[in-house]
Structures are given as C-alpha cells and as structure tokens.
T-cell receptor
C-alpha cells in the first residue's frame, strides 16, 4: 500500500518563528489533507490540497503531486499552534479511505 | 467539529465486555468513517459507510462491527473488548459531491480496556 512519511517527527520553536513541515508519499494520490490535532486530542482540518497551493492566514500548504510531496508552512508561530500535524492521503477511487502519516509534533514555546 | 458528535467521550471497561461507541452528524453527509488512533501514531481506518445500505471494512476491522442506523448515525461495536483495543476512536464524515472530499472529525472517544 501507499506509504506516507512526515518530517521532522518533532519540532520545537520559539514563538514568532517560522517552520516547514514535509509529507512524502510513495504513489500518486487524488486526495491529500493536512490536520492539526490540538493538545486536547481534537482533529482540525487545515487544508484539502491534492495539488497546488493554498493559504489560510498564517498557514499555507503546497503539494507537488508529480514529485509526491506536500509542505505545510507555519509563519509567526504561536503557542496555540502546538500539537501534532498529520498529513493524510487517498490513493485513488474516491473512497475517502485516508492513509495517515505518523505526524509531526510541534511545540511552540512562549 | 461541533457538527459531528461522539458518545461517550471517555469509557473505561473490562476485558470481555461489549461496548458501543456512537457517532451522530448534522452535516447531511452520506459518508461516515470510524478510525482508531494509538499513542504516537496516525489514525487507521476501521470501517466506512457510503450510505445506510453500504458498509465496508477498512484497514483494521477485526474485532469490530458497525451499524448505520440512519444517514446521521454510525455506531461502532466491540463485541468482546480486549486490552489492545485501548485507543482513541474518531468518527468522521465527508461529502465528495461538494467538490472536495474533505473529512470532518468528531471530538473522539477515549476507550480504556482493563
């Protein structure tokens, strides 16, 4: 099956710093989503981005489908950005069967 | 997402007990999913349903069963709970007809099997 690898596994930032999280996938995909899991366990949708670039406030994401990777950019990080960031992909068939990476754990220090 | 609710939010049970986790949604989506998350790992798909009459096994369906009682309700059952089913369980919904097959997750149910 398709493999999803996220890097780095852990990241510690000072408030105000910028960061880039990466998601590599081993096969072509028709669905790619980024999620943020906050410290209380809730999963929040960030982006649906199987290709191209999107921005939402301090967050933006880019997926280069032909090279099988996606990047999540966090600018001017805040303590509320702390948590785990997951990339999830769907191989094909529009079934919604997402395969999750193992996540990047981000800690933003004040 | 407040439009997807799960009950209970926390449950502690004993080995061998039957447990049902419930999911309700007000988003009007046809598709619903059950995932589990183990500590330090991503989510894995247990079962998914495209409508009331369509139920499909996911990656890790052994030891679980589901029931789609209505478009808005999708329940997950553990017929005889075992300790390695201790995990965080999430329900999700999606509507591919909206153009983007984005999945929206409930708040999760933390299950502990002793």
């Amino acid at each position: 099956g398709i493999q999803v690898e996220q890097s780095p596994p852990d990241l510690i930032l000072q408030e105000g710093a910028n960061s880039t999280l990466r998601c590599n996938f081993s096969d072509s995909v028709n669905n790619l989503q980024w999620f943020h899991q906050n410290p209380w366990g809730q999963l929040i949708n960030l982006f649906y981005i199987p290709s191209g670039t999107k921005q939402n406030g301090r967050l933006s994401a880019t997926t280069v489908a032909t090279e099988r990777y996606s990047l999540l950019y966090i600018s001017s990080s805040q303590t509320t950005d702390s948590g785990v960031y997951f990339c999830a992909v769907e191989r094909g068939g529009n079934t919604g069967k997402l395969i999750f990476g193992q996540g990047t754990t981000l800690q933003v220090k004040p | 997402d407040a439009d997807v609710t799960q009950t209970p939010r926390n449950r502690i049970t004993k080995t061998g007990k039957r447990i049902m986790l419930e999911c309700s949604q007000t988003k009007g989506h046809d598709r619903m999913y059950w995932y589990r998350q183990d500590p330090g790992l991503g989510l894995r798909l247990i079962y998914y349903s495209f409508d009331v009459k369509d139920i499909n096994k996911g990656e890790i369906s052994d030891g679980y069963s589901v029931s789609r009682q209505a478009q808005a309700k999708f329940s997950l059952s553990l017929e005889s709970a075992i300790p390695n089913q201790t995990a965080l369980y999430f329900c999700a919904t999606s509507d591919p007809g909206a153009g983007e097959n984005t999945q929206y997750f409930g708040p999760g149910t933390r299950l502990t099997v002793l």
